[in-house]
């Protein structure tokens, strides 16, 4: 009788152990690659909604997108669905251009948040953001989120 007072007591410890484990583990809401981490062990990361920077920024890498800053002084000119093509930042297009298929207009003009720093940028500039799925990366050619591309779209409709 004793000892199977002790059997119950130790799997109700055992079962108290395993929902104390349950409640430190992390789960993500998707099926997603972790692309940054911005905490470390021993840490402590608040719950519910936070002003800084997030513990973690989770992304698909199929397909990438390019999301596409499109001036607003220029945003009349732009015909929804125009291809595109991209070439990365800094290698003066000597590589393929990387073609690049409409996915959606995000019809709100916001201020621009990604200043590359040139002199000649203006930083009262708005923005018409347009998002744009890479077709096909060119053979040889590593593409990562977050990289900045240089886009250029035609101006004909699609």
């Not at 890479?134 to 004909?156: K, M, N, S």
Request: glycine share 8%; aromatic share 6%.
């Amino acid at each position: 009788l004793a000892a199977d007072a002790s059997v119950v007591a130790a799997e109700a410890a055992l079962e108290a152990a395993r929902l104390e484990i349950e409640l430190l583990v992390v789960r993500a809401p998707l099926d997603a690659t972790v692309l940054k981490v911005d905490v470390r062990p021993g840490e402590f990361v608040a719950a519910g909604p936070s002003t800084g920077s997030p513990a973690m920024t989770l992304g698909a890498l199929e397909p990438l997108h390019v999301r596409v800053d499109l001036d607003e002084n220029d945003a009349a000119l732009y015909r929804a669905g125009a291809p595109g093509k991209g070439f990365v930042r800094g290698r003066g297009g000597a590589e393929a251009p990387i073609p690049l298929e409409f996915a959606r207009v995000e019809p709100y003009v916001t201020p621009k948040k990604a200043l590359t720093g040139s002199v000649q940028e203006r930083v009262d500039v708005r923005v018409l953001q347009i998002v744009y799925r890479v077709a096909a990366t060119p053979a040889g050619l590593a593409l990562y989120p977050g990289q900045q591309l240089d886009v250029f779209l035609d101006d004909a409709a699609p």
